[in-house]
């Protein structure tokens, strides 16, 4: 988890960035679609970190949920954030 926990640090930092400089472009009045652009690469950034997020979930405490016995919890945690990415 330490890997990624560094990965994922690095990529929020990325994306702070990136919307620092979405207000930066909005404060200069730049083109919308420039903009826009922006917007959808933090959106698709925010997106693929959700991913990193799910895996290791999955991967790791889910599994180890249901070795334990608590399978309702993980299948309940499961479809949460299965409705969340859907939104």
Known sequence: MHTNKQKL????K???GQVRGLQDMIE???YCIDVITQTSAVKQALSNIEDVLLEGHL????VN???KGQTEKAIGEILKVYQLKRK
Do not use: F
Request: with cysteine; hydrophobic share 35%; aromatic share 0%.
């Open 9 to 12: 640090i690095r990529r929020l």
């Open 14 to 16: 990325i994306v702070e």
């Open 28 to 30: 200069k009045d730049k």
């Open 59 to 62: 991967g790791h405490c889910a």
């Open 65 to 67: 949920q249901i070795k």
